[in-house]
Structures are given as structure tokens and as C-alpha cells.
């Protein structure tokens, strides 16, 4: 599986953005799927996961009832709405594909970049 990020730039603080993640591979559909952020200086952290069947999602503390994950098998997409952005909320955003059951993500995407500004 390849993993493809797009949709970030460059947006004021209190706006919107969408992430996308492209996946090749006719296996996409078994991968729960996440994304992850790393701000400049900081570790990389935990934003959102989503099951292989869309049947439960996750959100970290700090993104949620802001960001929403979700996903359509049949495009082999995951996307990751982003609203009331703010400053703290600038980072390069990676998706991730994750097996049921494996102790580590399988597949990295390569990162899109999201500034929030004051």
C-alpha cells in the first residue's frame, strides 16, 4: 500500500481545511487508518484513527469535536476534515495504515503541510 497526503497550506486561524489520503493497493480496505501530526520541534502525535469498516473512530483530546475522519473504500481515500483551526494545529500531517492486530503502523504517507495563522 502507497500512501499519498495532500490538501494542507496556508489558512487563518478559526478556518477550514481538508486532508486527503490516497491509497493504491487493492488492499486498502482491510487498514484501519490514522493521522498524525509533527509540529516543528515537537514529536510526532497522534490526530485521529479511523476502523477498516468506518465502524469507530478516535480523536486526540486537543482535535476533538473539531477535526472528523472518515473514509470511502471504494476511492481508497481517507480524509480528515479540519475546522475551527487553530495556531496550535500547524504541523506536518501524515496518514498511516494500520493492520488489526499489528503493533506498529504498516504504511506512511509522506506529509502535507498545514500553517494556521494568528
Known amino acids: 500500500v502507497q500512501l499519498q497526503a495532500s490538501g494542507g497550506g496556508l489558512v487563518q486561524a478559526g478556518g477550514s481545511l481538508r486532508l486527503s489520503c490516497a491509497a493504491s493497493g487493492r488492499t486498502f480496505s482491510i487498514y484501519n487508518m490514522a493521522w498524525f501530526r509533527q509540529a516543528p520541534g515537537k514529536e510526532r502525535e497522534f490526530v485521529a484513527y479511523i476502523t477498516w469498516s468506518s465502524a469507530s473512530t478516535y480523536y486526540a483530546e486537543s482535535v476533538r469535536g473539531r477535526f472528523t475522519i472518515s473514509r470511502d473504500s471504494a476511492k481508497n481515500t481517507v480524509l480528515l476534515q479540519m475546522n475551527s483551526l487553530k495556531p496550535e494545529d500547524t504541523a506536518l500531517y501524515y496518514c498511516?495504515?494500520?493492520?488489526?492486530?499489528?503493533?506498529?503502523?504498516?504504511?506512511w504517507g509522506q506529509g502535507t503541510l498545514v500553517t494556521v495563522s494568528s
Open positions: 498511516a495504515a494500520h493492520k488489526s492486530g499489528a503493533s506498529e503502523y504498516d504504511y
